[in-house]
Structure formats: C-alpha cells, structure tokens
C-alpha cells in the first residue's frame, strides 16, 4: 500500500491559531449578546405597608384586592378590614400571612392591564398611581380609556419603561416604589404629598411676602419630602426665626431650606434621595400658622422656587434651579 502524503506543515491549522480564532469568535459572540440587552435603570423597591398607613398606594392596594375578590372598602386607610382581606389573599397565594403587604405580596397582587381592559378596579388602582405621579387629569373611574392611555406611556417615556401601554409588573414597580412626583430617573420630587397642598395648586404660584421663597398651608405633622439628592442639615431652632428646619445640600451644587418643621426624620449628615421623607411639617419659629417655608439658595442667594414646585407637581420635568429668577417670584 502506498501511504498518503503527508500534508505540508504550512498547510496544518498550529494549536496557537485555533485557539486564537475560538476566543475571538467568543468574544464576538459576548458582545453580540450584551449589546442585544437594554440598560435598565434599578428598579425602585415595592412598598411596604401595613396597618396604619394611608394614601394613594393604600387605595391601590385595596381596589387590587378588590380585583381578586376581596370584601375591602377603598378608603385609603389600611385599616383592620384592609388587613384581614390582605392575610385572606396571602393565605390564598401560599405566602406568609402576616398582613404586612411587601415584595412578595405585591408580585402576586398586581395584575397586568392594558388599553381597553375590563378589571376596573385593577385598572383604578392604577388610575391612583398616576394621579399620585402628576397625571392629575387622569379620572379614577375604572376605565382604560385615551386620558389613562396617553398617561402611561408619558410616563413610561419619562422613566425609559418598554411594553408600549401595557402596564405589567415592572411598570406597576415603578409606579408604586417612585417616589411621588418624582422627574425622569427621579432626579427631583414634589416637596409634599400633592394632595395635602391646602389651598391647592394656584398657591404654588404665590410669591413670598417678602424675598424668594414659597410658603405652602398644611396641617401640622404633613410629610416632607426631599425635593432631590444630596446631604441633610438640621438647623434652626425652636426659638429660631426658622423654627425647626432640615436644609439639603443637594447634588446639583444648590441648597434647599424646609423651616417650621413639627418633627425631623433625618440626622444632620445623612445622605438623601428625592422623594425620601426628611420632617413633618409644622408651626414652629416665627410662624402664623401651620405651612412648609422652602427656600432656594444658589451660591447663597434666595431664588424663586415658584417655577420649580409647579413642575414637579404637574409630574413635569422642572427648570434647572440654576435658571430660576431672584426676582418677580411668580410664574
């Protein structure tokens, strides 16, 4: 038998070479796949509630256990009947049935709606949500008509949320674990629960009586918000002209004053994030009456927040507040 030539060394494929071409096309292959997945901002973590709270994400709340059959009156309050329907639904679910609603309540508890969809009270509770977010044209009527509609996608436009107008678990996430009135990426957030404003939303436009500043009626122990991120300051006093007061000096280089405070939910130092509760609002300093006194200091100069409050609580994007005026404080 006649052997086989041999094939020339040239023509044979060196170890060196095959290894080579392995982790190039591996390396290929990654960053085909890490460019086919989206960045996604972190989620914001699901409320925890519990006996005792009250607001939109308790209204929610309940008219999601309406949805899934619960006897629950939706009234905004997490009361002993709220509870009992909660340790019903978790006992129906296999969770634990402590009547505390937190991540693995509100997982199973959610239910995807969308344009046109026929679980009205699934569709309210999230009629709640967007009104707590600005939406507040948005009727809680059950619908998912045009206004619920051109709500959500805004809104999932402002914060990048994929799924066209569908709102599924991600979205309810965002919608329930945001804080209130909080902008794109939640830079920024409204100062205080919108609905708590006294004299409504026409007195956000009010000048201050005598420099830039706004002062906004509400009852004594009202919850304060940080308006963005940045590091806590307790100052003032009770005989201090500022009464109690929490300033943040926030990440965008300005300082944010909040004086009359009843309560401070923050210790001087600690690091904040827009739409972190910071104080109760209160009567304290020299003060005629209960309201929230918030200031503006660019540089240490008092500028009108006029422009700003007013966005944040329409759910808009606000004015930089290095273009605010120092003057004419009305918008």
Excluded at 265 to 288: C, E, K, M, W
Excluded at 290 to 295: I, N, R, T, V
């Amino acid at each position: 038998m006649i052997p086989a030539p041999a094939t020339p060394p040239a023509a044979r494929p060196s170890l060196r070479n095959i290894r080579t071409l392995v982790t190039v096309l591996l390396a290929a292959l990654l960053l085909g796949l890490l460019g086919a997945v989206p960045a996604h901002a972190a989620l914001p973590a699901w409320p925890l509630l519990q006996k005792g709270a009250a607001g939109n994400d308790v209204a929610s709340l309940q008219f999601l256990l309406r949805q899934h059959g619960g006897a629950v009156t939706a009234n905004a309050e997490f009361d002993v009947q709220t509870r009992s329907a909660v340790i019903a639904f978790q006992q129906s679910r296999g969770l634990s049935a402590d009547g505390i609603v937190g991540p693995a309540t509100w997982s199973k508890l959610v239910i995807s709606v969308a344009p046109g969809s026929t679980q009205a009270d699934a569709v309210r509770a999230l009629q709640f949500q967007l009104r707590e977010h600005g939406f507040r044209t948005v009727a809680t009527d059950g619908v998912f008509g045009q206004a619920t509609t051109t709500a959500v996608e805004d809104y999932k436009a402002q914060h990048q949320l994929t799924g066209g107008s569908t709102v599924g678990a991600t979205t309810w996430q965002h919608l329930l674990g945001a804080p209130p009135g909080s902008g794109p990426l939640g830079t920024y957030a409204f100062v205080i629960p919108r609905e708590d404003v006294f004299d409504g939303r026409e007195s956000l436009l009010w000048a201050h009586h005598d420099y830039p500043a706004s002062d906004i009626a509400v009852e004594i122990g009202t919850p304060a918000y940080a308006i963005t991120g940045g590091t806590a300051r307790l100052n003032g006093g009770l005989n201090d002209s500022c009464g109690l007061g929490v300033a943040i000096d926030g990440d965008d280089g300005v300082r944010y004053q909040y004086c009359h405070l009843d309560s401070r939910a923050v210790s001087d130092g600690a690091r904040v994030t827009a739409g972190q509760l910071i104080a109760r609002t209160g009567n304290t300093g020299n003060s005629t009456g209960p309201h929230l006194h918030f200031g503006i200091f660019r540089q240490g100069d008092s500028v009108c927040p006029q422009q700003m409050l007013i966005a944040l609580y329409d759910g808009l994007v606000p004015p930089s507040p290095w273009t605010l005026p120092d003057s004419g404080c009305t918008y």
